[in-house]
C-alpha cells in the first residue's frame, strides 16, 4: 500500500469531522513511530515529514560513521563506514548518515498493521470528537429523530446519524413515541461505556423546562428574568419561582405570556404538565405562601433549625394546599428547601368535628353504617340536616334518628 493513500484517505477523514491539523499530523505520525519501533526497536533516531495537503510521507534514519572495528558499531545509531559507503562512497569516520526509509521497506505485514492501526485511532478520535461534543452540550436542548422504541428505552438519531438515548426514567409517564418523528429533550450526561459514547437526553430533568422557558421567554433568554428555582413532578405539575432584574418587567406575566400564550407551548411540549409560575422573593414567609398557591395561608410558623414549617389553613384551602395526590405540598417543600406541614385553623367559635365511628359505643354499628351510605361520617355532617330530612335520606326510623340527635348533640353542648 502506498503512504500516500494512507495519509490521503485519513486526512480526508479528518476534514469530514472537523480535526484540526496538528491533531492529524500526530496521530499519523503515532501510526508511523509504532511501525519504526516493531522494525528497530527504537525510533530515537528518526525523523518523520508528513506533507497531509499532498499525501508525501518521508521517513529519515541518522546514524554516526564509526570505524568497522568500534565497539559502539552495535549500537542503533552508529553505522560502520563500509557500509556507510555503500549508501555515499566519499562519507568519512565521525559523520552522520541520513538514510531514507521507504513504507515498503517494512514490509507488507507490517504496512496492513499500520492501516488497521489508523483505522483503529480514527475510530477513537471519532469516538472521543462525539464525547467531547456532547459534553459540551450538557444542559441544551436538542431534537432527534425516533428510530427504535424498547421496552427500558428509546433510541434517537440526531442529525449526523448519532445515537442518543432516552431511557424510561428520563421520560414523562405520558410521552407516547412513534418511529420517525422527532422529539426534544436535554442533554442529560454523556458517559463512556467500554470505549464508546453513551449519550443519555432527559425529559424530565428540571433544566428541561428552564430550557423550554429560554426558548419561549425573550426576556429569560437575554437575562433580563432569572428562573431561581424548577421543582417537578414530570407530566403532572411543576413549580416555577422567577425574578425579574428589571422593575419595568413582571416576570410571571411574561413567562406566562398575553392569554398563557407562551406557557402553552411549553404546556404541551410537556405533556399538559400544570406549571405554576410565581414570583421569588427573599422574604420567607412570603415565599412559602407563594409557593403553596393556589391555596390561600392564614398564618405560619418557620422553624429554622429542624427545617420545617407549620401552615394554618381554612378548612377550604387545606385540600388545595395539598393538591392532588399530594403533589402541590411536595412541589412547594422542595421549591422553599422545607418541609411544610398544613394544619386546619379552627375559628373562635368552631369546635374540632368528631367522626361517627367514636359513638360506636352509643350508637349501634349498622345505624352508622346507614348513616355512611348516605355521605354522612362525623357528627357535625349528621346535625347539620334536618331531622325531616334525615328520615327521608336513609331507612332509619323517628325514633333512632331522634336518639342520635341527642347523642351526637350531648358531645357539643
Same mark, same amino acid.
Given at each position: 500500500m502506498d503512504s500516500g493513500i494512507l495519509i490521503d484517505s485519513f486526512a480526508e477523514f479528518a476534514k469530514n469531522k472537523n480535526v484540526d491539523r496538528p491533531t492529524m499530523i500526530r496521530i499519523l505520525e503515532d501510526v508511523f513511530r509504532t511501525m519504526i519501533r516493531k522494525k528497530f526497536e527504537t525510533d530515537d533516531n528518526f525523523d518523520i515529514i508528513i506533507n497531509a495537503d499532498k499525501g508525501d510521507l518521508e521517513i529519515w534514519r541518522f546514524r554516526e560513521i564509526?570505524?568497522?572495528?568500534?565497539?559502539?558499531?552495535?549500537?542503533?545509531?552508529?553505522?560502520?563506514?563500509?557500509?556507510?559507503?555503500?549508501?555515499?562512497?566519499?562519507?568519512?569516520?565521525? =559523520?552522520?548518515?541520513?538514510?531514507?526509509?521507504?513504507?515498503?521497506?517494512?514490509?507488507?505485514?507490517?504496512?496492513?498493521?499500520?492501516?488497521?492501526?489508523?483505522?483503529?485511532?480514527?475510530?477513537?478520535? =471519532?469516538?472521543?470528537?462525539?464525547?467531547?461534543?456532547?459534553?459540551?452540550?450538557?444542559?441544551?436542548?436538542?431534537?432527534?429523530?425516533?428510530?427504535?422504541?424498547?421496552?427500558?428505552?428509546?433510541?434517537?438519531?440526531?442529525?449526523?446519524?448519532?445515537?442518543?438515548?432516552?431511557?424510561?426514567?428520563?421520560?414523562?409517564?405520558?410521552?407516547?413515541?412513534?418511529?420517525?418523528e422527532t422529539v426534544k429533550a436535554v442533554v442529560h450526561r454523556v458517559e463512556m461505556v467500554n470505549g464508546n459514547p453513551r449519550i443519555i437526553l432527559s425529559r424530565t430533568s428540571p433544566v428541561f423546562l428552564e430550557r423550554l422557558f429560554e426558548n419561549e421567554v425573550p426576556e429569560v433568554y437575554d437575562g433580563l428574568i432569572t428562573m431561581k428555582k424548577v421543582v417537578r413532578e414530570p407530566g403532572e405539575r411543576a413549580k416555577v419561582a422567577v425574578e425579574s432584574y428589571d422593575d419595568r418587567i413582571d416576570p410571571v406575566g411574561a413567562c406566562v405570556g398575553m392569554k398563557g400564550s407562551r406557557i402553552h407551548s411549553i404546556v404541551r411540549e410537556l405533556q399538559n404538565e400544570n406549571i405554576d409560575v410565581i414570583n421569588f422573593t427573599d422574604n420567607l414567609d412570603l415565599y412559602i405562601a407563594r409557593a403553596l398557591s393556589p391555596a390561600k395561608i392564614s398564618s405560619l410558623k418557620i422553624d429554622q433549625d429542624a427545617g420545617r414549617v407549620s401552615v394554618f389553613l381554612k378548612p377550604d384551602q387545606v385540600s388545595l394546599a395539598i393538591g392532588k395526590g399530594g403533589q402541590n405540598i411536595k412541589l412547594a417543600s422542595r421549591l422553599v428547601g422545607m418541609e411544610i406541614d398544613v394544619f386546619r385553623e379552627l375559628a373562635d367559635f368552631e369546635e374540632e368535628d368528631v367522626d361517627l365511628e367514636e359513638f360506636g359505643d352509643e350508637i349501634e354499628k349498622w345505624v352508622i353504617e346507614e348513616l355512611r351510605r348516605v355521605g354522612l361520617d362525623t357528627a357535625k355532617s349528621v346535625l347539620a340536616i334536618t331531622k325531616e330530612d334525615l328520615v327521608r335520606r336513609t331507612e332509619l326510623e323517628e325514633e333512632t334518628i331522634n336518639e342520635v340527635y341527642r347523642i351526637l348533640s350531648q358531645e357539643f353542648e
Open positions: 564509526v570505524d568497522d572495528d568500534s565497539e559502539d558499531i552495535w549500537d542503533h545509531d552508529k553505522i560502520s563506514l563500509s557500509d556507510a559507503r555503500k549508501i555515499e562512497p566519499d562519507f568519512e569516520i565521525g =559523520e552522520e548518515v541520513a538514510e531514507e526509509v521507504k513504507l515498503l521497506d517494512f514490509g507488507r505485514r507490517a504496512v496492513m498493521t499500520a492501516r488497521q492501526t489508523l483505522i483503529q485511532k480514527i475510530k477513537d478520535l =471519532e469516538k472521543d470528537i462525539l464525547f467531547n461534543q456532547y459534553k459540551e452540550l450538557v444542559g441544551e436542548i436538542i431534537t432527534g429523530e425516533v428510530y427504535q422504541i424498547l421496552s427500558r428505552e428509546v433510541l434517537l438519531m440526531d442529525s449526523d446519524g448519532n445515537e442518543l438515548i432516552i431511557p424510561k426514567s428520563e421520560q414523562i409517564s405520558k410521552d407516547r413515541f412513534r418511529k420517525g
